[in-house]
């Protein structure tokens, strides 16, 4: 009986101590928890260049905590793109992402949302070096194929709204050849 009861605490514990994690897995405790929430915008699904966007993000040594297909609805991108809603080009931005099923995904890893923002490129793809994503793949900033949060905090923001708590947590068999 006591037994039982303590086990019962220790799992609620874990639990508890789970979601702190969670909260805060991008700032102190762990620097290779830091979380990114990336997507695959319509355009980069319809041209096909969903595996070449995650295989980037995989050969850098990242590790994907989160990755669905989903078609999202204007409300749920109003929501996501709110800093943005007095810009002349919210609506067509909205339209856009909102024009066929996008690829999102949450990525973890040691500074992974700065490191995000490099691989994608800028957000215009014209001043977006070769070897970025941007700047191999597009030339319009309406059409730019990819998104990437630009901080830990709308990055943690982003993950929660797109995912909630399912994201899965797991160890890597490659971390210790990839952090030393
Ligand atoms: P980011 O995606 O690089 O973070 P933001 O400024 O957050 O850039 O803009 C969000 C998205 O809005 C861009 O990725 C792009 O698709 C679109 N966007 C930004 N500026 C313009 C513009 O001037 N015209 C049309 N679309 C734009
Ligand atoms: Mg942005």
Known sequence: ??????????????????????????????????????????????????????????????????????????????????????????????????????FAMVWEGKNVVKMGRMMLGETNPTNSLPGTIRGDYCIDVGRNICHGSDAVDSANAEIALWFGSDVQEYTLASKPWVYE
């Open 1 to 102: 009986m006591v037994a039982t009861l303590l086990s019962v605490l220790s799992a609620f514990n874990r639990n508890t101590n789970n979601r702190e994690d969670m909260a805060d897995s991008s700032s102190s405790a762990d620097p290779k928890a830091e979380r990114t929430f990336i997507a695959v915008k319509p355009d980069g699904v319809q041209r096909g260049l969903v595996g070449e966007i995650v295989k980037r993000f995989e050969q850098r040594g990242y590790k994907m905590v989160a990755g669905r297909m989903m078609w999202a609805s204007k409300e749920m991108l109003q929501k996501h793109y709110a800093d943005l809603s007095s810009k002349p080009f919210f609506n067509g931005l909205v339209e856009y992402m909102n024009s066929g099923p996008i």
